[in-house]
């Protein structure tokens, strides 16, 4: 984690604590330096995206960022962790109403934010539920609880973008919702070594059963049937991803359609690596290199169609 738990609950007070802003410029350049520590990806990603929305996309990353450190902080009580979750959503629905606030960066950016993009308050609220389901993790019993859960926590993340570049449309929906699900059943195959020591198993029990697989990670000895299951999830996030490609047809925005080309490469590049560690994702997380001629030749094909 980035801020220290008492640091993230002065995030979820009216004043901000000591990262009180009294401009909305010094509560952006706060969102921003946020990002750039948090996420090694942003500044790559941003420079992606029209000049213009920059600013904005920095806002609700550094939103969605706290309430998923406070709801991912390890050893407090998931009771903490709802109850500052909570005052989070009260600020997002001050900020909503156009309320600055007295300092708070967050609810200071939010309101510049929401009013003037007319960005719906409810993709946020959405992101807030995944991360209270977080707050209180249990395992998914199925593959639709999973995506149930990628709805909330992923889903809306697409939507906003695309709004936030003026080319929301319903029959948008499907190709980036399947992006974005598949995007974030992707990180959890990415981080299985951190997540699963850590008690937070992302694989549905219903897909370990099938493949002669218990629910303690720990008794995981058979590799065949545990490449199997991983191989069933990484299949399913290359169907996600290939639905989700078809925005680059419905898309003709330059720079989205770059930031989606670029999207889609890095994401097939991960799937590769994932596919190539198969079991020994519990113990290694694979990473991106951008120099990778792979990537570099995924990107060009995704950006030729």
């Given at each position: 984690?980035?801020?220290?738990?008492?640091?993230?609950?002065?995030?979820?007070?009216?004043?901000?604590?000591?990262?009180?802003?009294?401009?909305?410029?010094?509560?952006?350049?706060?969102?921003?330096?946020?990002?750039?520590?948090?996420?090694?990806?942003?500044?790559?990603?941003?420079?992606?995206?029209?000049?213009?929305?920059?600013?904005?996309?920095?806002?609700?990353?550094?939103?969605?960022?706290?309430?998923?450190?406070?709801?991912?902080?390890?050893?407090?009580?998931?009771?903490?962790?709802?109850?500052?979750?909570?005052?989070?959503?009260?600020?997002?629905?001050?900020?909503?109403?156009?309320?600055?606030g007295v300092g708070n960066p967050l609810q200071r950016v939010l309101a510049y934010t929401l009013t003037t993009t007319s960005l719906p308050v409810t993709l946020l609220q959405?992101?807030?539920?995944?991360?209270?389901?977080?707050?209180?993790?249990?395992?998914?019993?199925?593959?639709?609880?999973?995506?149930?859960?990628?709805?909330?926590?992923?889903?809306?993340?697409?939507?906003?973008?695309?709004?936030?570049?003026?080319?929301?449309?319903?029959?948008?929906?499907?190709?980036?919702?399947?992006l974005c699900t598949g995007l974030q059943v992707l990180n959890f195959l990415q981080d299985l070594s951190v997540d699963l020591p850590a008690g937070r198993l992302y694989i549905?029990?219903?897909?370990?059963?099938?493949?002669?697989?218990?629910?303690?990670?720990?008794?995981?000895?058979n590799s065949a049937k545990l490449r199997a299951c991983l191989a069933e999830l990484s299949s399913r996030v290359a169907e996600l991803l290939h639905t989700g490609s078809e925005?680059?047809?419905?898309?003709?925005?330059?720079?989205?359609?770059?930031?989606?080309?670029?999207?889609?490469?890095?994401?097939?590049?991960?799937?590769?690596?994932?596919?190539?560690?198969?079991?020994?994702?519990?113990?290694?997380?694979?990473?991106?290199?951008?120099?990778?001629?792979?990537?570099?030749?995924?990107?060009?094909?995704?950006?030729?169609?």
């Amino acid at each position: 984690m980035l801020l220290e738990w008492h640091r993230l609950l002065e995030l979820t007070t009216p004043t901000g604590g000591s990262y009180r802003s009294t401009t909305l410029a010094e509560a952006s350049r706060f969102c921003l330096w946020l990002a750039r520590r948090h996420y090694e990806n942003f500044p790559v990603a941003s420079l992606l995206l029209p000049r213009q929305l920059r600013p904005h996309v920095a806002h609700l990353y550094a939103f969605a960022r706290t309430a998923d450190d406070i709801a991912d902080f390890p050893g407090i009580a998931s009771h903490a962790k709802l109850a500052a979750l909570h005052s989070l959503e009260e600020l997002l629905l001050r900020a909503a109403a156009g309320d600055a606030g007295v300092g708070n960066p967050l609810q200071r950016v939010l309101a510049y934010t929401l009013t003037t993009t007319s960005l719906p308050v409810t993709l946020l609220q959405r992101l807030l539920c995944a991360f209270r389901s977080d707050a209180e993790f249990r395992p998914f019993a199925t593959w639709a609880e999973l995506e149930a859960y990628c709805d909330n926590s992923a889903n809306p993340i697409g939507e906003a973008l695309l709004r936030l570049t003026g080319v929301w449309s319903e029959p948008l929906a499907a190709p980036s919702n399947a992006l974005c699900t598949g995007l974030q059943v992707l990180n959890f195959l990415q981080d299985l070594s951190v997540d699963l020591p850590a008690g937070r198993l992302y694989i549905p029990l219903e897909m370990l059963a099938r493949h002669g697989l218990p629910a303690e990670f720990a008794l995981w000895g058979n590799s065949a049937k545990l490449r199997a299951c991983l191989a069933e999830l990484s299949s399913r996030v290359a169907e996600l991803l290939h639905t989700g490609s078809e925005l680059l047809s419905k898309v003709s925005q330059r720079r989205l359609r770059l930031y989606i080309a670029a999207t889609l490469a890095m994401a097939q590049q991960m799937v590769a690596k994932v596919e190539r560690l198969g079991p020994r994702l519990l113990v290694k997380r694979p990473k991106l290199h951008y120099g990778d001629a792979a990537l570099l030749w995924r990107f060009w094909s995704y950006w030729r169609r």
